[in-house]
Nanobody
Framework: QVRLQESGPGLVKPSQTLSLTCTVS????????YSWVRQSPGKGVEWIGY???????FYSPSLKSRTSISRDASKNQVLLYLSSLTPEDTAVYYC???????????WGQGTQVTVSS
């Protein structure tokens, strides 16, 4: 059974860079697609980007300039970096797993990120 666990700071300041970790169990991160998505009140679910089995990354056009997704195969972790934070980036951030791109069959429990000074 695939399980995903997000972790990271709950509170970050504007202009800083967010760093989140998704620890995966039950599957290798070198197979299938691992996405990051976020949800904030009133905005619904927003796809941030994904990393595929080969390590190639694809990002939402609206966030591409500020986003980086990578992986650490030795720890079976997928990493998200989001720079130049503003309060608009406040959301619950999720990692998700699926055999297909742009699909989110299995989700982690999510981690709340608040951007505030």
């Amino acid at each position: 059974q695939v399980r995903l666990q997000e972790s990271g700071p709950g509170l970050v300041k504007p202009s800083q860079t967010l760093s989140l970790t998704c620890t995966v169990s039950g599957a290798s991160i070198t197979t299938n697609y691992y996405s990051w998505v976020r949800q904030s009140p009133g905005k619904g679910v927003e796809w941030i980007g994904y990393i595929d089995k080969s390590g190639s990354t694809f990002y939402s056009p609206s966030l591409k300039s500020r986003t980086s997704i990578s992986r650490d195969a030795s720890k079976n972790q997928v990493l998200l970096y989001l720079s130049s934070l503003t309060p608009e980036d406040t959301a619950v951030y999720y990692c998700a797993y699926d055999p297909n791109p742009y699909h989110f069959g299995i989700w982690g429990q999510g981690t709340q990120v608040t951007v505030s000074s």
